[in-house]
C-alpha cells in the first residue's frame, strides 16, 4: 500500500476467499480487479458473473456495492487497485477530472468487458505504477507515483463513462453530488454511534426524506439502507476479531444491548453474529 492505494498482482494462491459469504461493504474505497488470465465469478449486489479476459475482464467494485461471493479458477491470473477516498480525495484538489461521486452515480456497472488494447492498456499502466512505487520518500518521487496511480484510475474511469454513455468532462459537481459526499464524510466519523437518518440529514442542513432522495438518485439507495450497509460492515470486520466479545461489539456500535445487536444482524446478514463468527 502506498499513500492510500493497494495494488497487486493475484492469482489462486496468494488469498483464501472461500471462507467468506459477504465481504464488507466499503464507502471510502474503489477497487478495480483485471481478469488477464483464467476465470473468476463474483457475486456483486446479489448479481453473478463470469469473468474471463475475453469478457467482463474488469470488475468495478465501487463505494456502497456489496460483494457476496467470489471465486477464481486454477490458473486464474490477474490484478487488483485498491484506491481510499483519502487518496481520491487528495489527488482532486483544484481541477477535478473525474469526481468521487460520478464513479458513485455508476454503481450498477459492475463488470465491463474490455478488448485486448484495453486490457493491454491497464497492464502496462499498472506497471507503470507499481515500478513508480520503488522510487524514494521525496515529494518529487510521491507526486510521481500519485500521478502513476490516478492516470490507471482515469483510464478505468473513463471506460466506464463510455459504456455507460456518460461524461463528466467540464461538468461541475452538483448540490446532490455535494450533498452525497459529505453524507458518506459523516457516516465514517459517526456511524458506529449514529444509526438514524435523522441525525445526517440535521448535520447537512436539510429533511432525512430530501436527505434519501439525493442518494436514491445518486447510487441507487436510500440513506438508510446506506447507513445500514456501512454498520454491518464495521459489524463484519469486528466479528472476524475474537478479541471483540459480542457484548463488546454491541456496545461499540451502539446497540442497547447484546440481543437487539443480534436481532439487527440477523436481519440483515441472515444469520446472527455467532453463526457469522463461527463460519470464519
Not at 120 to 128: C, D, K, R, S, T
Not at 237 to 262: K, V
Amino acid at each position: 500500500m502506498v499513500q492510500g492505494v493497494v495494488f497487486a498482482e493475484f492469482g489462486p494462491d496468494d488469498f483464501d476467499i472461500k471462507q467468506y459469504r459477504r465481504f464488507p461493504a466499503l464507502s471510502h474505497a474503489i477497487i478495480y480487479m483485471v481478469v488477464c488470465k483464467g476465470s473468476m465469478e463474483i457475486v456483486v449486489d446479489n448479481i453473478r458473473y463470469e469473468c474471463r479476459p475475453e469478457k467482463n475482464n474488469i470488475v468495478c467494485i465501487k463505494p456502497v456495492n456489496t460483494v457476496y461471493d467470489m471465486s477464481v479458477s486454477p490458473d486464474f491470473r490477474g490484478h487488483v487497485v485498491a484506491y481510499s477516498k483519502k487518496f481520491m480525495n487528495s489527488t482532486e484538489k483544484g481541477e477535478k477530472p473525474v469526481p468521487f461521486i460520478d464513479i458513485l452515480a455508476l454503481r450498477r456497472l459492475h463488470v465491463m468487458s474490455l478488448g485486448k488494447d484495453g486490457t493491454g492498456i491497464l497492464e502496462e499502466q499498472f506497471n507503470i505504477m507499481r515500478r513508480s512505487s520503488y522510487l524514494g520518500s521525496s515529494g518529487l518521487e510521491r507526486s510521481i507515483f500519485k500521478y502513476a496511480a490516478m492516470l490507471y484510475h482515469m483510464q478505468v474511469s473513463k471506460m466506464m463513462f463510455d459504456a455507460a454513455g456518460k461524461s463528466v468532462t467540464g461538468r461541475q459537481a452538483s448540490r446532490a453530488s455535494v450533498i452525497c459526499n459529505d453524507f458518506f464524510d459523516l457516516l465514517m466519523q459517526y456511524v458506529e454511534k449514529e444509526h438514524d437518518v435523522s441525525f445526517y440529514a440535521d448535520r447537512l442542513n436539510i429533511s432525512s426524506h430530501y436527505l434519501s432522495r439525493i442518494t436514491n438518485r445518486v447510487i441507487g439507495q436510500p440513506a438508510g439502507k446506506v447507513i445500514v450497509n456501512e454498520l454491518m460492515s464495521h459489524a463484519y470486520i469486528m466479528l472476524r476479531n475474537p478479541e471483540y466479545t459480542l457484548q463488546q461489539i454491541a456496545d461499540r456500535l451502539n446497540f442497547s444491548d447484546q440481543s437487539s445487536f443480534g436481532k439487527f444482524f440477523r436481519k440483515h446478514a441472515g444469520l446472527s453474529p455467532a453463526a457469522y463468527r463461527k463460519e470464519q
